[in-house]
């Protein structure tokens, strides 16, 4: 059985800085793209960056050159690397995994705060 487990979220400043992680545990295959999502209180989930199993990556507008998404293939991993946040960033994030052959997986979701 699959399982994403995701750490990395917690309190911190307005300007500072948080790295996420998200590992695969269990039998996963054919991983195309890695992504992370969040969803602030009252608002939709959106998605924040995504990146393809070649390491390609895209961002939402309201991160662009703040985050930054990376993958370790052989650790079925990905990271989120969040600097300059901002308390607009708060929110509880979520990654996914897509496979091209069993569907996608989502993480239980980790909880970012951004406050003085």
């Known amino acids: 059985q699959v399982q994403l487990v995701e750490s990395g979220g917690g309190l911190v400043q307005p300007g500072g800085s948080l790295r996420l992680s998200c590992a695969a545990s269990?039998?996963?295959?054919?991983?195309?793209?890695m992504d992370w999502y969040r969803q602030a209180p009252g608002k939709e989930r959106e998605l924040v960056a995504t990146?393809?199993?070649?390491?390609?990556?895209n961002y939402a507008d309201s991160v662009k050159g703040r985050f930054t998404i990376s993958r370790d293939n052989a650790k079925n991993t990905v990271y989120l690397q969040m600097n300059s946040l901002k308390p607009e960033d708060t929110a509880v994030y979520y990654c996914?995994?897509?496979?091209?052959?069993?569907?996608?997986?989502w993480g239980q979701g980790t909880q970012v705060t951004v406050s003085s």
């Open positions: 269990g039998s996963i295959f054919s991983i195309d793209a």
């Open positions: 990146i393809t199993s070649g390491g390609s990556a």
């Open positions: 996914k995994f897509d496979t091209r052959w069993t569907g996608d997986y």
